[in-house]
């Protein structure tokens, strides 16, 4: 090792010393400037911003494959960045995505590793941004952003030591709130540096040199969580164009030896120094940022840095202004020395144009079932860690790292967001499908560990199988779909990763009409059968297919429902077998608008009930027990995508949306409506067209209305590409202002054609009105709220008043310009054969008094990220109960979380130390009472555990948040004081272990059991 | 630098520590194969090929810039070859063109040079070839090939103690005999590789395996001169297309990381051991050569050496083959050691085709006025050099180095082959220009101290003014273009660079008719004035213009003409000055076929008389001293470039001569002659056509015609490129035989449509039988040769019986694809008018008795190689001769070399010693009595100076000539062996200090004077 070590300080003292040895042609660059008072400093920051997939696949872009498509290869990066900085110590270089580093550096040697360490240490090599992936913002839910976040910065910190200063988010297409001030602010970034915001904003901000701002993301926090916020002038690219020093690149070089020809040093200076005026006649202070690189550059990153070299050299002996190698902390710790007052920005960057009808905000839909599958698996990770915790991390056993990474790498800004490529979204998908595949082993582990035995130690082998039903969403569940005739039931334990108890409505397909459902204590409950929808059964039979190649023998009939009730981060057992005809089934009956005799129709057999009127349409709503009522209309409509004739040859595509008209679905006397009824829930079911099917819910024990469709293929043999988005309409007054979600965290305000920034030139009133929802939209009048929230990420607006809608499908027909060199057209193959994806989702809505909104849309909101975690198996014969533990709560029985706190995190770190996250859920004076200060008790939710050590981490958990918080940069900003009264958790006593919350506040611990 | 030498060790050491190591997911490739026994062995080069100009400049090239044009930077090349080879020192990489590799040392730190050192003495860069370009061997002279060979070894040899052991020509299109046995075997290379061959006779040795040959270049030396040569299968690229790992290839990568997708060892493995088969398969012995790159790659070097790594670790691992990193030499040495038989290959590889209708032989002519500017220039070099030792070599002052690197720089096979693009010719003529302009110092400041001084000791600052007349081609010499009246007169100092003396005719311009010349004794000599032709004076004043920037205020009316006789290695002076018309003007006459008198017409003043017919047509030849009689018939023709239009889309352009048909010029009867007669020779002239003028010397004191051809602009606007030649036909029974030099040196037999080594198809019959000419073309009958010797290189042939056709000029209007992508259309401009390019130049012609050819061939064609080198100087009254040494040799006053022999070279090193090359210049068996044994006396040769030490070297004079033979790898040969009577002249007895030379013998000498 001695030896390894000395090579890389012998390498930077050779460089050094190659500085004395100089010979008559040979040139020793001065490249050692650093800030100089008094002079325009231009800080060169070196960088290769590299996609983690978007035209190739993340391994592709690693190794260099399939480099016809796109000439990249992040190997090359790395590998030839470590001579390139040993040859001059003065050279910097930052790297981004950890997705790439740890790839690489699990194959490097270890004289390789430790000459990186030095590099490292001696601040050449920074770790910028430091997450697995550049997250997107707009698509990603935080909870995964935290997740991805933690993920590569703890690798950091245990291999190098490092905690990255900095947040880079200089690609996703528009930035949320929760990036300011949570990932960045909370997580301990001193600054955060992007280039897409709204080009009308750009422009404002360049003449008012107001493209370095002091971004405050958090009503809640206010000053506490400000962030200092650097918006590139342009892109993230070198400026004008003139400076790009690629292999390949046709910038012109430095020629600085007078024994060549077309010597052009003072050309060069110039060019560079007019570049540096000209930026910095647009910002505030004598430093600006020169970005050198961009896409997957640096491949030999020596062709760079010798131009740096040079241009510093040459352009600091000039002596006009000053140029140096530096880096995102270094430029932010030269601004804040600067001691400037900065404007203040709020709220967020949202939605993204880059010209007048170029409104990135199609993006927010693009491949809907991909987000879905992202967004099911984010909840399926959150639980697994949970079960991970309760069984025993096991470095030789399945465990969760799989779909960690999977999860970390899908929450890229060209991942989720749906504008890759397609064979890139298939690789996406079959590494969530992976890392799925081994986390679905340990849940079935875990739960047959936790039910075969009280103890929560370490369980080797249980004997117990489990098996789960990822496809249940396509009606497919190999598990259920038997028949129990031959005395054997089906063993179904219901998991709960909330840390609340919880009552739930589960369905699960069933074969036969004669089933009985017995709960962990032996007695029957109350069940119904639905049949189930032909368009059911139509995606199931051909994806099952698609999936696994087979497709499954027998058709179920039904859809068995009941009700499961489990405790807080906790399963409970139910027993289905078969039964003369114990469940309900529902009762049917179909209504034609036209000839229809019943006039008036009630859905709801509880205190919500729909009203569809003689038309069969959706007219009103009510609420027995709040008393809202409302009319109320449920419609789709598609808006054609531009297909980029004109003028202006924008096309909607991958990220823009460019709607070139709208064309309502006429569904009003046309459908005739199919209404299940039951002692559970009542389901309307409507064939909207020929492809858009529709189940309407309402649950007897529940308060809002669930709306499942089934969407596909969107027809396109017109030859145009369509958009599809259903609106509720109502007749509240919201005056333009509507509220959607910052990262499924904060609640924005919006106001349609308006933004607080500027007065904005309306070009597109539609597409320049769709943001981004994660949870949810809502709109109030003063006396009611209309909220619906989403089962994934979404675009979404109001564009009239008392009117929300959802875009939830989209099939283009051309590429948008931006890259992808696709046309988001996305296709499903049987038997050789491809069709238009069809996506299945849901929504759900409420309406309540205004005030009363909240509180639905946290919980539930909640409820929809985590859905009961369902694991099946087989009881023959009735010894399930005796042999099995039927019911398990980690936390002590009688303890649940607060309505206000949700447990983000509960994690076995590979040191055997456990993660803990607690999240409040609501936002300063969001909830009259549920807004306030909570507590937990760590005592009661580790009821079992003694907790030896714990630290408070900041949120991505790579450094303590009282040191985090000591060196938090204080910036200051324009205008007034605000008027501030934050309330935040005290820290924790570690003798009563009481860990206490304010709004929105996240605490994130790591906690080490003392073995009992 | 005891540091820097430790850091280069360390980092091998560090290299193979890594090895040690390793880590679980760190793989270590093995790497470390040599040849294996009874495997088939892969020998894998790593090789760039960069030309030193093409579609940029060599020095875009080098930096890199104008990358728009083609992404190539040799900097990166070598820049990154560094780290590439100490990360594994089983890496091998080798280097060709110095030009390239002499800018990049020039600028580097000492540490990267010792770093360098010790991977040059590892043998892990190995220089090959080692030229400073990979010269042409078609359009290039053997004295040039000598030169820029010498050039580039001896660098290496100073810097590294290298020999280069491998001739690399891989690019060059066709291959010389010269290049073979003298640029090969006589350098001392124990192999020679290249690519480009005539693609049948490829087929047929692929199919006989005779790709690789002993090829014995000279019918001189016989085996002596043999030389090992590898013919590639097919190109110098990577087998098959998908093992090319150029940074931003295509080609799949091995993917080797089972924790990444796409993981494909087994499938690369299969494609290697494939390629590798099919290749062993044409291929004698089980060794084969992957070249691994090709034209400017290797830019990041890393990214084929991490592919080649691991095909070479997991091909072995399969081990069905063995792949090694290899060199040129490696590789020689395992072929050697196979101890197999060769086929023979004699003769040379002309011309080349690479298809059917694709035949390479447009670019012996292409750039007509670039070729001829280099062997003007070549000329120059060689006499500069000389006066350069008689005045010694001045660090400070102006040397021949800048010539020598130009002149080096354009033997390119991009470069005097016409076939880079316009703007890098011009880079290249700049080049040569600069260079010239300081050789033009040198030259006057050393015919200044020889004039001034005795002593031949250094002289440093001369008072005398030599002016030189680079322009006198275009009739242009500010010094003779002066009034003499006022009692001034012109000094011509007349230098012959020859070993022999010499008495010849020069031409100079003058402004009256009132001249007289007499020589250094006072005594007034015979001279003649000729009128000035209007074309002359045309090309005179446009070119001026174009070349200086201002026009000539006067124009000369008179050309000067008189005899100068000049001792060897020596000059002599002249006087011109005003006199009462002394100097005879030429008696003018016009002769108008049709309705001239003069029936016959006869001109000459000799015994050479040259007869016209009553049409004004050349008819016949006569030389009264031999009583050759011939027929005679001189026309010009064009044939037309193909546009590429139907089946085969093969273009003419400045590679590939493809004729669509051949117009005749139509001169009989239509061409007035205009005939100048005069006491010292006759001149011809005749407007051929309204872009042809021609000129017909026949001097009283010479048995040769000489005939100067002003052509341009060719015209295009009909649409066609034309392609000019001029034939001389005669009524010889030639019986499709002709001779042609190889590369200036030995005749080879040419036989119109035949291929002594295959049976050729023959699909172009007359683009396939032209070949290159740089000193002249011959035919014989049995009872008389007719010769045409050339003033720069061009592409001849004889398409008919007795006839011989030389291709003058060429301008196109296509690319022919393969890679210049330019037309072919030289054009010249003035005041921002562009015309077509104008060249002039001379070919010569002789009809001699059966045998007494070769006399006149070798003696004048170093005539032409090396004309009267004039300098002017301004008398002010009559005190020239008293002030000055008039007449000066270098050698012993009555001593001069042999007939047969030439000095080649006579050039002081930088280390004061004096390079010596002596060259027999007949074939065994050429002439009756030349082809004898030849010797020179070294004594009477440098009668005033000491030699103290002199050491026989190889051709490039980077090794002793001993050493070199005794080294020399005697392969076998298949067949009888020849009966062979080789004359070598013995070794040099230092105490008589004669040099004896045999036939095509050129000895190389290193002298070290000492001091008188």
């Known amino acids: 090792m001695m030896g390894r070590l000395r090579l890389a300080h012998l390498l930077l003292a050779a460089a050094s010393m190659s500085l004395l040895g100089a010979e008559a042609a040979y040139i020793r660059y001065n490249t050692s400037a650093g800030v100089v008072k008094g002079k325009l400093n231009v800080h060169m920051v070196a960088h290769t911003h590299d996609d983690v997939g978007w035209l190739k696949t993340v391994d592709q872009y690693y190794v260099g494959s399939n480099n016809s498509i796109q000439d990249a290869c992040v190997q090359n990066v790395l590998d030839s960045m470590v001579p390139a900085l040993l040859k001059d110590k003065n050279r910097k270089f930052i790297y981004v995505e950890q997705a790439f580093f740890q790839r690489w550096w699990r194959e490097q040697s270890d004289i390789i590793k430790d000459t990186v360490k030095g590099l490292v240490s001696s601040g050449q090599l920074e770790f910028t941004n430091g997450g697995m992936c550049m997250h997107d913002e707009a698509a990603v839910h935080y909870i995964d952003m935290i997740d991805q976040t933690t993920l590569g910065h703890r690798f950091i910190k245990e291999e190098f030591a490092q905690i990255p200063r900095i947040g880079w988010q200089i690609d996703p297409f528009g930035h949320s709130a929760v990036q300011a001030y949570l990932l960045g602010a909370q997580v301990g970034f001193d600054a955060l540096y992007f280039s897409r915001i709204d080009y009308q904003d750009r422009g404002k901000r360049k003449g ?26 342009n892109n993230y690219e070198p400026p004008t164009g003139e400076f790009y020093f690629e292999v390949d690149a046709d910038s012109p070089i430095v020629q600085d030896d007078p024994l060549l020809f077309d010597y052009n040093v003072e050309d060069r200076v110039n060019a560079f120094v007019a570049a540096a005026l000209a930026q910095a006649n647009i910002t505030r202070t004598n430093h600006i940022m020169f970005t050198m690189g961009t896409d997957f550059k640096y491949q030999y990153a020596e062709s760079w840095f010798r131009q740096m070299d040079k241009l510093i050299h040459y352009v600091n002996k000039d002596g006009r202004v000053n140029a140096l190698y530096s880096t995102p902390s270094i430029y932010t710790d030269a601004k804040f020395a600067a001691s400037e007052t900065w404007p203040l920005k709020t709220n967020d960057f949202f939605p993204y144009a880059d010209k007048p009808n170029s409104y990135w905000t199609g993006y927010f839909t693009s491949r ?10 984010s909840g399926y990770y959150l639980a697994a860690r949970q079960l991970e915790v309760f069984k025993g991390r096991s470095n030789s056993g399945p465990t969760t790292d799989s779909l960690a990474d999977a999860l970390a790498l899908v929450q890229h800004h060209d991942a989720v967001t749906g504008t890759e490529q397609q064979h890139v979204a298939n690789d996406y998908a079959k590494r969530l499908s992976i890392g799925y595949k081994k986390a679905e082993e340990l849940v079935s582990t875990s739960l047959a560990c936790l039910s075969e035995s009280h103890s929560k130690s370490h369980c080797k082998s249980p004997t117990t199988n489990f098996g789960q039903c990822p496809l249940l969403n396509i009606t497919y569940c190999p598990p259920s779909e038997v028949n129990f005739s031959q005395g054997k039931s089906l063993v179904v334990v219901v998991y709960n990763s909330l840390g609340w108890k919880r009552e739930d409505v589960l369905r699960i397909p069933v074969m036969s009409d004669s089933i009985v459902v017995h709960d962990s204590e032996r007695k029957e409950i109350e069940s119904q059968l639905l049949p189930i929808a032909s368009a059911s059964l139509n995606i199931r039979d051909k994806h099952v297919k698609a999936y696994l190649g087979t497709s499954p023998s027998a058709q179920p009939k039904f859809w068995l429902a009941f009700s499961a009730s489990v405790p807080p981060l906790g399963f409970n057992t139910y027993i289905v077998s078969s039964g003369k005809r114990s469940a309900s089934v529902s009762s049917t009956s179909t209504i034609y608008s036209q000839g229809g005799k019943n006039g008036k129709l009630q859905v709801g057999q509880g205190r919500l009930k729909l009203h569809y009127d003689t038309a069969g349409a959706l007219s009103r709503y009510s609420d027995s027990k709040t008393q809202v009522q409302a009319s ?4 789709y409509k598609y808006y054609i995508g531009h297909d980029g004739s004109g003028s202006d040859y924008q096309t909607s595509g991958a990220y823009v949306f460019r709607p070139i008209g709208t064309v309502p679905i006429k569904t009003d006397g046309q459908v005739p409506l199919t209404i299940l009824r039951g002692p559970i829930l009542d ?12 189940i309407t819910r309402v649950y007897k024990a529940k308060d809002y209305v669930e709306t499942e469709f089934i969407i596909g293929p969107i027809p396109v ?11 509720i309409v109502t007749n509240m007054a919201t005056n333009g202002i509507f509220y959607t979600d910052s990262s499924g965290r904060d609640f924005i305000k919006r106001v349609r054609d308006y933004r607080s920034d500027w007065k904005i030139e309306v070009h597109q009133p539609i597409a320049g009105n769709y943001y981004p929802v994660n949870l949810g939209i809502y709109v109030e009048d003063g006396s009611k709220e209309l909220s619906v929230l989403v089962d994934r990420s979404i675009g979404g607006s109001s564009i009239k008043d008392g009117q929300i809608e959802l875009m939830l499908h989209r099939r283009l027909l051309y590429d948008d310009g931006r890259g992808v060199a696709e046309a988001l057209n996305e296709t499903v193959c049987f038997d050789n054969q491809c069709e238009g994806l069809v996506i299945e989702g849901k929504y759900y809505l409420k309406i309540d008094p205004q005030g009363e909104g909240a509180r639905w849309r946290r919980t539930f909101g909640q409820e929809i990220y985590s859905p009961f975690l369902l694991a099946f198996s087989e009881q023959d014969g009735g010894n399930w109960v005796n042999s099995h533990v039927p019911s398990f709560s980690a936390m002590e029985p009688t303890y649940s979380l607060p309505d206000n706190v949700a447990l983000l995190t509960l994690q076995e770190l590979e040191d055997g130390s456990v993660l803990l996250r607690l999240a409040h859920l609501y936002e300063a004076g969001e909830h009259k009472d549920l807004s306030a200060l909570a507590s937990v008790d760590l005592k009661r939710v580790f009821h079992d555990k003694k907790i030896g050590k714990i630290t408070e981490t900041n949120l991505s958990a790579n450094q303590e948040r009282a040191a985090m918080e000591k060196k938090r940069l204080k910036w200051k900003v324009e205008g007034p004081p605000s008027e501030e009264n934050v309330v935040r958790g005290r820290s924790v006593d570690p003798s009563n272990l009481v860990v206490e919350l304010g709004p929105m506040e996240i605490r994130t611990f790591v906690i080490r059991f003392d073995h009992r």
Chains 1, 2 share one sequence.
Do not use: C
């Open 683 to 694: 389901e309307v079911h409507q064939q909207i067209n020929s492809w858009i099917y529709q």
């Open 632 to 635: 109320f209309q449920q419609k």
């Open 208 to 233: 008012t040199k107001e493209l370095e701002v002091v971004w405050r993301g958090s009503k809640t926090f206010g000053s506490s969580a400000d962030i200092f916020s650097g918006i590139f002038p």
């Open 717 to 727: 043999d017109d030859g145009n590409g369509k958009e599809l988005s259903t609106e």
């Open 368 to 377: 809907p079932a991909f987000k879905q599958y992202v967004r099911m698996m």
